[in-house]
């Protein structure tokens, strides 16, 4: 970059920093309107946003290089693959596990992958539209994850994979499950989409399971707008997953390189011709998933925030834990899972059956108040218009799982919620429970 355009960008910098300031800098937020989540971001990210756009990249480049390089170390991962949703990551991860390049290892239709039905669709939607078959498990009140004892019962002759999140950023009992894993020969995707931060005997979440997931969009723990990424420590299935997320093709050059294998006219593929150019030979039956370098940018601005941001979490969590602990006669505060230390996204409460009010009048109460809240995702998902007459295999009744349907909610923990707003959330559940 040569003098004249630095300056140039310099000065576009000050006015977009000085926009910044105008326009977003006092944003202090009211004290009795509380969300559930959102975007925390100051001038860096949009520095960042708008130096990628004087560089017109514009597809994934430098920055999602670099992003990747750097959220792979902070995950404790020797690959992170950008893609453009956390729900893509997903996709991704378990079509990965059906490449051919896996031989006899590889997921093929008809073949058992266990998971729950109080998730996120886009946790089980994968499975199914590769044609593998969930097996549902219940899950714990309180840790809200997947019931070990039932994830070893739900093992049978066609189970090849366990596909699991890590719920709210409370870790599933990760030592149990990658016991049974290790013992019944499976695969385990971790959904790490709402837990980047969360720990497990001291290692960070995402980095236990073959591969793992992760998303960014705006409610998450940092975010790029729309984002994901796929984690892995194996080599082989970082290739694979980086082919299905660009066309499939089996070409693995980074942005801008030409001949990385060095071989690129010189190889035999399918019945194509002998040299046929490698960039375009297509070894899966792949997607384009991949990410812009603008949004990678401001992922890069929020990492470097994201120590902070798990301690706010970390630290709205405490507070409002503490100012709830009267009220267990009527509600089941979250419990962190054994030997985790969580990055929590949000902050779950079951009302229990005797409280003398239902989970809505609560919600409904909190809601009027400012308050947002929000459900376990789909609740139990087996109930869902689209997942009603899908193909599965259930352990047990999955009565917790429905239990969370009519009684569980979240309110929310981002670094955007202040002391000031965790007291009035605390004042307004007081409000609610001495009424009753
Ligand atoms: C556990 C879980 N998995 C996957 C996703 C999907 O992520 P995205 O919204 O980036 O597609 C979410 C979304 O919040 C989630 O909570």
New binding site residues.
């Given amino acids: 970059m040569n003098e004249n355009e630095r300056a140039l960008r310099e000065q576009i910098f000050e006015r977009v920093r000085a926009f910044y300031q105008y326009k977003y800098a006092d944003g202090v937020p009211p004290r009795n309107k509380v969300k559930y989540g959102g975007r925390v971001f100051d001038e860096h990210e949009l520095v960042n946003l708008v130096d990628a756009a004087l560089d017109f990249w514009l597809t994934a480049g430098p920055n999602a290089l670099n992003f990747e390089k750097r959220f792979a170390e902070y995950m404790g991962v020797t690959h992170a693959a950008l893609v453009n949703?956390?729900?893509?990551?997903?996709l991704v991860a378990i079509s990965a596990l059906t490449s051919p390049t896996l031989g006899d290892r590889r997921l093929t239709p008809g073949d058992e992958v266990i998971t729950v039905a109080a998730?996120?669709p886009?946790?089980v939607a994968p499975i199914l539209q590769n044609n593998l078959v969930p097996v549902y498990v219940d899950i714990n009140i309180g840790n809200y994850n997947a019931i070990p004892e039932q994830v070893e019962k739900a093992v049978g002759p066609k189970t090849r994979a366990i596909f699991l999140?890590h719920?709210l950023g409370n870790p599933f009992d990760v030592e149990r499950i990658l016991h049974i894993a290790r013992r019944h020969d499976l695969w385990i995707i971790e959904?790490n989409?709402?837990a980047v931060g969360s720990r497990y005997k001291g290692k960070p979440t995402g980095g236990f399971g073959h591969l793992a997931?992760v998303?960014?969009?705006p409610?998450?723990h940092i975010t790029m707008g729309?984002?994901?990424c796929v984690l892995t420590n194996d080599e082989q299935l970082a290739r694979i997953v980086v082919s299905f997320r660009d066309w499939g093709r089996d070409c693995y050059c980074e942005p801008g390189e030409q001949n990385t294998c060095g071989k690129r006219f010189n190889q035999q593929f399918g019945t194509l011709p002998f040299g046929y150019d490698h960039k375009y030979v297509y070894s899966h039956l792949g997607y384009n998933l991949k990410i812009t370098d603008l949004q990678a940018a401001i992922g890069l601005a929020q990492l470097d925030k994201l120590d902070g941001f798990i301690k706010k979490r970390k630290a709205n969590f405490d507070k409002l834990y503490q100012s709830l602990l009267g009220f267990q006669d009527r509600i089941v505060l979250p419990v962190a899972t054994e030997n985790s230390d969580p990055a929590w996204?949000c902050f779950l409460i079951t009302v229990r059956d005797d409280a003398g009010f239902n989970r809505n009048e609560l919600t409904g109460f909190l809601e009027e108040s400012g308050i947002e809240t929000r459900t376990l995702?789909a609740g139990n998902i087996l109930r869902q218009p689209a997942f009603i007459d899908t193909p599965c295999r259930k352990v047990g009744n999955l009565i917790n799982t429905d239990l969370v349907m009519l009684n569980t909610f979240f309110v929310g923990l981002y670094p955007g919620i202040t002391d000031e707003q965790i007291e009035y959330m605390a004042e307004s559940f007081n409000t609610f429970f001495h009424r009753k």
């Fill in positions: 949703s956390g729900s893509s990551a997903n998730g996120f886009s946790t999140a719920t959904d989409c709402d997931t998303s960014f969009y409610a998450h729309e984002g994901g996204f995702f």
